[in-house]
């Protein structure tokens, strides 16, 4: 985006009423910050599921329950999370745009109920992988309408920082997962992993309850022609109840506006509607970033440190479950502070910037882990060489949250306008589950094959994934929510108000017919 149309893009939205520095002064919008928290647990549990099966894996009668699993059979146990998620993509876009967020998110978290209760309560293989194929299906839900409730609720001073707030419940799940694998595998008894198995479906249990109070998405309300609530919804809690209040009339004109356009677009069966994401340049721009943005997510060696971190450590000499269940609860807390301070990164520094940064980042880890696992195998008296794997696996996800946590939520939300934003998201978790399928599936039987060797293969892959990124994605810091639409779709873009930069560098807002 050009200089001046970040400038056209700030300018046109009036500035608020309330003080959004000092928010918590502001009875309502502090009401509605708080609660944003509902919606923002939904990735608590694919995080806990990430960092439960790292930690079941150290827990010896774990192993001896299921037949010490390696390999092809220990890659289905993880794989089996998304293939659930992918029966559930069909449905994602019908259930969210057609009952609304709130509808959406309390599938996924019922979803993940039944889920957890069948893994914590499972008595064989086949059990234990239908239950997890359970809870990937919730969680694409949770996912799916999560982020856009939370953008589409969020005050717009709020909105980059709440949205990319989302992703780090991810890290918050991991460290209540590896902690309660470090605290149970000492029992000798199957409860030692029968409890985190249940507490996976602890928060979604505080989301069904929570959710009576969230309000719903306004954007959802006006597609609805429900008008009335969606102006009391941003007057309440945008403007502590001033209906006229310049920003609350300036959101509602615009939203309504966005939405009658996309209205008249609309082609009246699913199927066409999802075509729609092909039919324009702009749209078929917003398709691909979604899919790089997947693979980018899914495969950029992360599978490692989520899913088998064990396995990794154990070829460094760190073999007791001990060792691995106290290093990954405490790789996991490091993982969700960095999470919660990169979050804050998106509105000061720009999308862009922190996906290029995270992925050098990203980079400088691999070659450190795929180096120091190298030398430890030649000599396994080399106990620098495994503490410098150790210390770089701690390093991962701080590298990994500063641009493919929160930032990458946020980014994927906002590049789709309300019309396709549920459908988008649908692709989205269609790309990104069938990546993490093919990650988590590939990756235990890469370990058994070729050991470290195995990493060599994500060194030149995350060069590529730097390269496509750094000459196709554009910045969206600046602009409002519907405006968005401008940066990829230039003049024609569907929103309520256009600014042009006169030749003399004059501004002025005309309405756009």
Excluded at 24 to 45: C, D, E, G, H
Aim: glycine letters at 8%; aromatic letters at 12%.
């Amino acid at each position: 985006m050009t200089a001046a149309g970040e400038h056209l893009a700030h300018a046109a939205m009036p500035g608020s009423s309330v003080d959004t520095a000092r928010w918590w002064k502001a009875r309502n919008l502090r009401v509605l910050n708080f609660l944003l928290v509902i919606p923002m647990m939904s990735i608590f549990t694919q995080g806990f599921d990430g960092s439960m099966m790292n930690g079941l894996q150290s827990v010896e009668y774990w192993r001896n329950y299921f037949g010490e699993p390696k390999g092809a059979t220990l890659g289905l146990f993880n794989a089996a999370y998304p293939i659930g998620g992918l029966c559930a993509i069909p449905c994602v876009s019908f259930v969210s745009d057609t009952f609304g967020r709130r509808i959406g998110l309390a599938t996924g978290a019922l979803l993940c109920c039944i889920g957890a209760t069948l893994q914590a309560g499972a008595q064989n293989l086949p059990m234990f992988v239908v239950a997890r194929g359970i809870l990937g299906c919730g969680t694409v839900f949770l996912g799916s309408s999560g982020a856009p409730l939370i953008t589409e609720l969020a005050h717009p001073e709020h909105r980059a920082t709440a949205t990319a707030l989302f992703n780090t419940s991810y890290a918050l799940g991991s460290i209540v997962a590896a902690w309660a694998t470090f605290g149970t595998f000492r029992i000798q008894s199957s409860a030692s992993w029968r409890i985190p198995s249940g507490l996976q479906g602890l928060p979604s249990v505080f989301q069904l309850i929570g959710l009576y109070f969230v309000p719903e998405s306004p954007r959802w309300l006006i597609s609805k022609d429900r008008n009335e609530e969606a102006l009391a919804f941003l007057a309440k809690y945008h403007a502590e109840g001033n209906e006229q209040d310049e920003l609350v009339q300036f959101e509602y004109n615009e939203i309504r506006d966005a939405l009658a356009y996309e209205r008249s677009i609309d082609r009246g069966s699913w199927l066409q509607n999802y075509i729609e994401l092909v039919r324009t340049p702009g749209n078929r721009k917003r398709l691909f970033i979604l899919l790089w943005t997947a693979c980018i997510s899914q495969m950029s060696g992360n599978a490692f440190i989520s899913y088998y971190l064990a396995p990794v450590l154990a070829s460094v000499g760190l073999t007791t479950s001990l060792e691995q269940t106290l290093i990954n609860a405490t790789q996991q807390m490091l993982s969700w502070f960095s999470a919660l301070y990169f979050a804050t990164l998106p509105q000061k520094l720009g999308r862009r910037t922190l996906f290029l940064a995270s992925l050098g980042a990203i980079f400088i880890c691999l070659i450190s882990i795929t180096a120091g696992s190298a030398v430890f195998a030649k000599d396994s008296t080399n106990k620098v060489a495994g503490g410098a794997v150790v210390a770089f696996l701690y390093l991962f996800s701080p590298a990994y949250n500063l641009g493919l946590n929160g930032n990458l939520g946020l980014y994927i939300t906002e590049i789709l306008p309300f019309n396709m934003r549920m459908r988008g998201q649908a692709c989205f978790q269609l790309f990104a589950t069938s990546f993490s399928l093919l990650s988590t599936y590939a990756v235990p039987v890469g370990l058994e094959k070729m050991a470290w060797k195995f990493y060599i293969i994500f060194i030149p892959w995350v060069v590529v994934e730097f390269t496509v990124l750094y000459f196709v994605y554009p910045e969206t810091k600046g602009p409002s929510l519907e405006e968005i639409a401008f940066i990829f779709d230039g003049a024609d873009a569907n929103i309520s108000r256009v600014e042009k930069l006169e030749e003399g560098g004059r501004i002025e807002m005309e309405e756009k017919v």
